[in-house]
């Protein structure tokens, strides 16, 4: 069984906003720091943001940076990532990820639990 469901994809014009959510297993999610990656195609999976267990520390690419927010809603075991003025490059399948190992979410090569992912199509 999936202990990670995205939903929240979907097609928007350059510019506009939309907000992914992440559904995850109450005892995975306690335990675990909460990252977005994402993947074009014939790219690598690329970074995008991640949100420690405990204090709510950030972290984002360069290229999303002051444009996407993440957070954490500990009652729903839900992580979301809200998405502002996106842009044709940020077209890609979102994949929601937890870091169990130290719960910091510093390291990407920590990360080891996955969902299945949730296609944005961004265009004008």
């Known amino acids: 069984q999936e202990e990670l469901v995205e939903s929240g994809g979907g097609t928007v014009q350059s510019g506009g906003s939309l907000t992914l959510s992440c559904s995850a297993s109450g005892s995975l999610f306690s335990r675990s720091a909460m990252g977005w990656f994402r993947q074009a195609p014939g790219k690598e999976r690329e970074f995008v943001a991640a949100?420690?267990?405990?204090?709510?520390?950030?972290y984002y690419s360069a290229s999303v940076k002051g444009r996407f927010q993440i957070s954490r809603d500990d009652a729903r075991s839900t992580a979301l990532l809200q998405m502002n003025d996106l842009r044709r490059e940020d077209t890609a399948v979102y994949y929601c990820?937890?870091?169990?190992?130290?719960?910091?979410?510093?390291?990407?090569?920590?990360?080891?639990?996955w969902g299945q992912g949730t296609q944005v199509t961004v265009t004008s």
């Open positions: 990820s937890a870091e169990s190992r130290t719960g910091t979410g510093r390291n990407i090569n920590d990360y080891d639990h």
């Open positions: 949100i420690d267990r405990h204090v709510g520390r950030t």
